[in-house]
């Protein structure tokens, strides 16, 4: 079956400092999603990426969507405490327009020290 | 509060004994799912329903697990004969397009 593997599982950083996390699907994904999950809290949604190559940029984050949309990237420049969380990677079985089951990524638990 | 509601948002229960989880969606949604998470792991899918048509279950769920959505609103979640291993922060999430929004959870300790 699809599995979604996501790397680091941790990182820590400096206020300031940047930060990575990196998707990779074992299949062709039709699309991906990203989520944060604060400690604590549920899975927000973040994005959708749909393209082959695709960029969006969410102020200081920037998500990449692989050419052979079988991996992804987010990437957070000058992080902030309030940037602190779990980042999730998702491919989603989209069935038509309407989204099917979610596999996630083990996610990128995010620490950031003032 | 017009986002996903789960009840209740604990629950503690004994080895054996069954356990029901709600979720109320977002109103004009019309798929629902069921997610259980453990900790260090991400959100792992159990089943979704599209109005109250249950389309998939994870080969995951076992016979112990079963879901409803009677009238296509809010769905349930029941446990039977709990065992540790059934401990876990179980997520609904609601669907209209492509974004799932999901409930605050309800976290299962089975002692």
């Known amino acids: 079956g699809q599995q979604v593997m996501q790397i680091p599982q941790y990182q820590h950083v400096q206020e300031g400092e940047d930060f990575t996390t990196y998707c990779n699907s074992s299949?062709?994904?039709?699309?991906i999603q990203w989520y944060k999950q604060r400690p604590g809290g549920h899975p927000v949604f973040l994005i959708q990426l749909v393209k082959s190559g695709e960029v969006k940029k969410q102020k200081r984050l920037t998500f990449q969507f692989g050419e052979a949309k079988k991996n992804s990237s987010l990437h957070i420049t000058a992080t902030q405490t309030t940037d602190v969380g779990t980042y999730f990677c998702?491919?989603?079985?989209?069935?038509?327009?309407?989204?099917?089951?979610?596999?996630f990524g083990r996610g990128t638990q995010l620490t950031v020290w003032p | 509060d017009t986002g996903v509601s789960q009840n209740p948002r604990h629950k503690i229960t004994k080895r054996g004994q069954n356990v029901t989880f709600r979720c109320d969606p977002i109103?004009?949604?019309?798929?629902l799912y069921w997610y259980r998470q453990t900790l260090g792991q991400g959100p792992e899918f159990l089943t979704y329903f599209q109005n109250e048509a249950q389309l998939e279950k994870s080969r995951l769920l076992s016979d112990r697990f079963s879901a409803e959505r009677p009238k296509g609103s809010f769905s349930t979640l029941e446990i039977q004969r709990t065992e540790q291993g059934d401990s876990a922060m179980y997520l609904c999430?609601?669907?209209?397009?492509?974004?799932?929004?999901f409930g605050q959870g309800t976290r299962l300790t089975v002692v």
């Open positions: 999430a609601s669907s209209q397009d492509r974004e799932a929004f």
């Open positions: 299949t062709t994904l039709s699309n």
């Open positions: 998702a491919g989603p079985i989209v069935r038509g327009s309407t989204l099917g089951r979610l596999y």
């Open positions: 109103s004009e949604h019309n798929r």
